[in-house]
């Protein structure tokens, strides 16, 4: 009995010590940089987001900064996974992506949605049809009477298999029956690179992500994947549903944890990301870009995350994407 008796106490000062180290981490948190993974190329939407929060957390975590580090590769999956194997302890957090929802479906990936904390949601953009201004359509209608006819299907580009991106094209196919050559890159800026070389004929990334190209007249915007149009440059341009075809199609970016991520910490970021997420240093970045700021906190993001983990677990087999 004596020698059980000492084994539970030493257990029980074992715990103990163990909760004082962990508190006492937690209580000098962060004391070193915070490595912030981008799961996608630099250059597109998700990388701005993530870039623009490190810089307005700055002003809130003044301690020490916040570090970039990009990880594209799977459709997110490389920096997703990075992400979810990564030690509990708050010094490598991650921007996630609405593919955090579809690839599984794909049988790209083990791991889900459940398998990371959310902090907060910080930005919403729907998916839009882009080709170059000196392509022949004109209009939506002109690209998808073009697309139907054609005996080779147009080179859709989009920011890799399963991406948010290949979606939008994809479900464009199934709610027009019209067939599309599917071209993966490693994330939206590359997409829009190899439609500007004229690699592609189209794709189908968000309107802020090709927006400056717009402007510079180089690329033409047919229509975008929303309820409603979208404000600022985008104001003139259709959305699908105005022109017949029922279809909205959106990318969510927010900020997660390992999901083992203490209480304590968690509940510092969550603080940092509202505060960061409505400084007029991410709001401008966000506006300038012509992307779309949409701050929700954790409660509300994993709200957003089921909806569309429901939604696409009975979308994707309808779209027979695995092909």
């Known amino acids: 009995m004596q020698i059980n008796r000492r084994h539970v106490i030493a257990s029980a000062a074992s715990f103990a010590l163990a909760g004082l180290s962990t508190a006492s981490h937690a ?29 307005a957390s700055k002003k809130y975590l003044p301690q ?10 799977a459709s997110g999956a490389v920096g997703m996974g990075d992400l979810i194997n990564a030690k509990p302890d708050g010094y490598k957090i991650g921007i996630i992506i609405v593919e ?36 022949p359509w004109k209009t939506v209608e002109e690209f998808l009477a073009d697309a139907k006819q054609r005996k080779d299907p147009l080179a859709v580009g989009n920011a890799g298999m399963g991406s948010i991106w290949h979606m939008a094209a994809a479900a464009l196919s199934d709610k027009t029956g019209i067939a599309f050559n599917h071209v993966p890159f490693l994330g939206a800026s590359p997409a829009v690179v190899a439609l500007l070389g004229g690699h592609v004929d189209a794709i189908t990334v968000s309107p802020g992500e090709v927006a400056q190209h717009v402007a510079a ?8 994947m929303a309820d409603q149009r979208v404000p600022g440059m985008f104001e003139k341009v259709p959305t699908l549903k105005e022109r017949g075809i029922d279809l909205s199609v959106v990318v969510w970016r927010g900020l997660a944890v390992p999901k ?52 696409y677990k009975d979308l994707v087999p309808k779209l027979d994407m695995k092909k």
């Open 64 to 73: 020490q900064p916040m570090i970039v580090t990009n990880k594209p590769g």
């Open 27 to 55: 209580s000098d948190y962060p004391n070193r940089p915070i490595e912030v993974i981008v799961p996608v190329a630099a250059g597109g939407g998700t990388d701005l987001v993530g870039r623009a929060f490190a810089e």
């Open 100 to 135: 955090l929802t579809i690839i599984p479906n794909l049988g790209i990936t083990k791991f889900t949605a459940s398998d990371l904390r959310p902090i907060a949601r910080l930005n919403v953009d729907p998916g839009a049809v882009t080709v170059r201004a000196d392509a």
């Open 260 to 311: 083992t991520t203490p209480e304590d910490i968690v509940a510092l970021l969550s603080d940092v990301a509202r505060k960061a997420a409505d400084d007029a240093v991410f709001r401008d970045a966000l506006t300038k870009a012509n992307l779309g700021w949409a701050y929700a906190d954790a409660a509300t993001f994993q709200v957003a995350i089921d909806k569309d983990r429901a939604f």
């Open 217 to 224: 007249g180089k690329l033409r915007t047919l229509a975008v």
